[in-house]
């Protein structure tokens, strides 16, 4: 494998064509918005000036990590010469449909495509298309110049053949491939978001304060983040409809979003995002909100 096309300039899609580029492949970085486009190649400029501080990257192989991506906003022009396409666009069935049954049209037939989503099942995306024996979900964590797993998802008629090669693609690019199948939340989100609704549930019956779970959870578990943290870090709506989809997938109560969730996502408190969530963002760094409505 060539030539990567990444499908979506996003959060996960500039982070995915920054990796490929630095580790020689040739990347087609499409998306609908030039300004999406444009943004997303000063994030990728942004975050090798980080790697060249640390010493990971020289200046001119920043260049020549550069040079080796051309933007799109043509999907079909973007993966005509693809030999993997990664769609990482908004997470919304009918958006992901529409883009991957173009990709199918105008991409060789060898072409293998995955998608990137969080929660919608790889075997429904892949029985959109023509080949879904070439269809499979190659889940990246944000950031992803930084993380090293990517979770590979085989759908139900996902060929042996294909995972075969995403597992050698990504090791290629240095990153460690972890396989599970296809059933909702995949591995990841099936563990992290009942904790984060847990820990929103903690917040909303008042065991305790947002400052108290995410400290307990941090110098308790030695987590990184606490888990509220991380939701605002995720996207709440994302968190929200990650859950919604483990809900319904498995139809056990236990999954069910918290209300808290629920009502701060319909009040527009989406995280990081949107500047405010269970902290404060909107003064640039991270404010704790004392007082939560739990109304
Ligand atoms: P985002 O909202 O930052 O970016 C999505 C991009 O898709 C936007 O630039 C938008 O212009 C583009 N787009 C929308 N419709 C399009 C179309 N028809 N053709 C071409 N481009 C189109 O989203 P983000 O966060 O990068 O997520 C992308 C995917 O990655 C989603 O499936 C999400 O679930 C998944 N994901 C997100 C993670 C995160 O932490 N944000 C982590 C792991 C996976």
Sequence with gaps: MNNIAVIGAGTMGNGIAHVFAQHGFKVFFVDISIAALEDGMVKIAKNIDRQVKKGEVTPEQKQVILAAITTFTDIAEGVKNADLVIEAVTENPSVKISVLQTIDQRAPVACIIASNTSSISITKLAATTNRAD??????????????????????????????????????????????????????????????????????????????????????????????????????????????KVLHEGFGNPKYAPCPLLVNMVQAGDKGVKSGKGFYDYSQGNKELIVAVKRN
């Design 134 to 243: 070439k269809f499979i979900g190659m889940h990246f964590m944000n950031p992803v110049p930084v993380m090293t797993l990517v979770e590979v998802i085989s759908g139900y008629a996902t060929s042996q053949a294909t995972l075969a090669k995403i597992v050698a693609v990504i090791s290629e690019i240095h990153k460690v491939a972890l396989k599970s199948n296809d059933y909702p939340g995949f591995v990841a989100n099936r563990i992290l978001m009942p904790m984060i609704n847990e820990a929103i549930y903690t917040l909303f019956e008042g065991v305790a304060g947002v400052e108290e779970i995410d400290g307990i959870m941090k110098l308790g578990m030695a987590h990184p983040m606490g888990p509220l943290q991380l939701a605002d870090f995720i996207g709440l709506d994302v968190c929200l409809s990650i859950l």
